[in-house]
């Protein structure tokens, strides 16, 4: 399973007056956009990942800290 933070999208776009704040309580300082869960994916897609099982893997900047 594959768990992200707060991701920067058409959405969220609507919402930029609560950008700072949010930005603020994300341990990298900023809202993630959908190219930082790439790797992630790829990991996850790879033969690297055929010996992984029931793995949960955060990709939040550190939200979740």
């Known amino acids: 399973m ?4 707060i991701l920067d999208h058409i959405g969220y776009r609507l919402r930029r007056h ?7 309580q994300i341990a990298l300082g900023r809202v ?7 790797g992630a ?8 990942n055929r010996w992984m099982t029931g793995q ?6 550190g939200q979740s800290l």
């Open 2 to 5: 594959q768990a992200e933070g």
């Open 18 to 24: 609560n950008n700072k704040y949010i930005a603020s």
């Open 32 to 38: 993630g956009e959908p190219d930082d869960i790439g």
């Open 41 to 48: 994916i790829a990991l996850l897609l790879s033969e690297e």
């Open 56 to 61: 949960r893997i955060e990709v939040s900047g």
